[in-house]
Nanobody, 126 residues
Framework: VQLVESGGGLVQAGGSLRLSCAAS????????MGWFRQAPGKEREFVAA????????YYADSVKGRFTISRDNAKNTVYLQMNSLKPEDTAVYYC????????????????????WGQGTRVTVSS
């Protein structure tokens, strides 16, 4: 599956952005989908993930209450709504699909995700 992220950009602290991840090649509906980010000089880290059905989601503590992950399986697309953005949210954001089919376990482990997009850059100014 090919994943293409979009929606990144420059925003002031306190602002909002909505990232999209469009999949092609095959359906992502059986897979848990995740968002990860990588800030300059830092390792890639988990942000949020959503189960294949959309019924379960999991967030990193740093974004809980500010970010919301959602999916539209009919459109083969995953979203990340980011509100109350902070300068420390500045990073390249990546979408990923896990390797398991129809799992009710929502992973936050990078190694469980086998397909990755190229990333979209988010810059939050203070």
């Amino acid at each position: 599956v090919q994943l293409v992220e979009s929606g990144g950009g420059l925003v002031q602290a306190g602002g909002s952005l909505r990232l999209s991840c469009a999949a092609s090649g095959r359906t992502i509906s059986p897979h848990t989908m995740g968002w990860f980010r990588q800030a300059p000089g830092k390792e890639r880290e988990f942000v949020a993930a959503i189960s294949w059905s959309g019924r379960s989601s999991y967030y990193a503590d740093s974004v809980k209450g500010r970010f919301t992950i959602s999916r539209d399986n009919a459109k083969n697309t995953v979203y990340l709504q980011m509100n109350s953005l902070k300068p420390e949210d500045t990073a390249v954001y990546y979408c990923a699909a896990d390797t398991v089919y129809y799992s009710n376990y929502v992973s936050s482990d990078l190694s469980d995700f086998g397909s990755w997009g190229q990333g979209t850059r988010v810059t939050v100014s203070s």
